[in-house]
């Protein structure tokens, strides 16, 4: 894998920016810097979140040398007043790492077993993917496609959305979604994967499925539909808590001043 050194499959994989030669080019931009012996002169690594700290430690960083600082969120004030249209949101790129097929298939399966009850599952973003989008919006009546949205379309499909669906097929490593559906308290189902084990908070800010996991993800679907209204706010109020409490600009800046602190030492 890259993370070892060998960039044979990131390259052929077309890992960054979905491009064989800006990888090829990336790739040997790496090897250059592992030859010259710049990077060993490096002080202080930041990673954004634990799991890509670790990731880089296995692939032989100094742990002494590399340090944690997730992303920080310029928060609302306050969330909008609560609102419950009943849909579940998917707002990401549509390539296969963000989990599109698995959560696709779980609103098929959803549909087999709920018929009318099932809830509305709303898709936004644009990528390769999007035929087998609309495809599925077309023959699953529980399913629909925004298209790219963005400035208040954005705001009102998660104000209004019941939760946020993160299925991420990915080592995701770090998942601002996650930061954005908790800004308006809503809670959020993803994919036990790279940095989302850290921010979603199985049972208390919305629940984990393994990744690609089309029973799981089902599961998931069908415990917050158990569950109350009351117990859906609470859970949401809990991801913005969250929120507030770890990804405040303050808290991000003395955990910063912190690392330099270290680097200087």
């Known amino acids: 894998s890259g993370t070892a050194g060998n960039y044979w499959r990131p390259v052929t994989h077309a890992s960054w920016q979905e491009s064989v030669v800006k990888s090829g080019l990336f790739a040997l931009m790496l090897k250059g810097l592992h030859a010259s012996g710049w990077l060993r002169s490096v002080k202080a690594w930041v990673a954004i979140s634990e799991f890509m700290r670790d990731k880089l430690v296995e692939a032989g960083v100094e742990e002494s040398r590399i340090f944690a600082l997730r992303h920080s969120w310029d928060a609302m004030e306050a969330a909008p007043s609560p609102e419950d249209a009943g849909y579940y949101l998917f707002l990401a790129r549509l390539v296969e790492v963000k989990g599109v097929e698995p959560l696709l298939c779980a609103w098929d ?20 993917l999007e035929p087998l989008v609309r495809a599925s919006a077309a023959q699953n009546p529980s399913v629909k496609y925004l298209g790219l949205i ?36 809503k809670p959020v189902l993803a994919a036990r994967s790279g940095g989302l084990i850290e921010t979603v908070l ?8 393994s990744p690609g996991s089309v029973d799981e993800i089902v599961r ?11 117990q859906r706010t ?5 991801g913005r808590a969250w929120l507030l409490r770890e990804t405040s600009v ?10 330099l602190e270290r680097a200087r030492s």
Do not use: N
Not at 111 to 121: A, K, V, Y
Not at 153 to 163: D, E, G, I, M, Y
Not at 202 to 209: F, Q, V
């Open 109 to 128: 399966v959803l549909r087999q077993r709920l018929g009318e009850r099932t809830p509305e599952l709303r898709i936004a973003g644009e990528g390769p």
């Open 150 to 185: 963005g400035g208040e379309v954005k705001r009102a499909a998660l104000s209004q959305c019941r939760a946020m669906m993160v299925p991420s097929a990915w080592w995701e490593p770090l998942g601002l979604v996650v930061y954005e559906a908790y800004d308006f308290a």
């Open 202 to 209: 199985g049972g208390e800010t919305g629940w984990l499925h």
């Open 220 to 230: 998931d679907v069908l415990m917050t539909e158990e569950m109350s209204a009351a």
């Open 234 to 238: 609470a859970m949401g109020a809990a």
């Open 250 to 259: 303050t808290a991000w800046r003395d955990r910063f001043d912190a690392i």
